[in-house]
């Protein structure tokens, strides 16, 4: 994945995500998917990015 591409539509600060874009506080992929572990979620709390994965500490430099 190229981590200099930034989608600006999807604004993202979890920078210990591999698809973190180098560039800013951006999800570096063209989309993404929300979900919930929860059975009926009421809180943003139970909301989660599953387009996490987890990335090298020092992808960006």
């Given at each position: 994945m190229d981590k200099t591409n930034?989608?600006?539509?999807?604004?993202?600060?979890?920078?210990q995500c591999a698809n973190h874009s180098c560039e800013g506080n951006?999800?570096?992929l063209e989309r993404i998917?929300?979900?919930s572990h929860e059975q009926n979620p009421t809180m943003i709390q139970c909301t989660d990015c599953e387009s996490f994965v987890l990335g090298d500490k020092n992808q960006c430099k």
């Open positions: 930034m989608n600006s539509k999807i604004e993202c600060t979890v920078t951006y999800c570096a998917r929300v979900g």
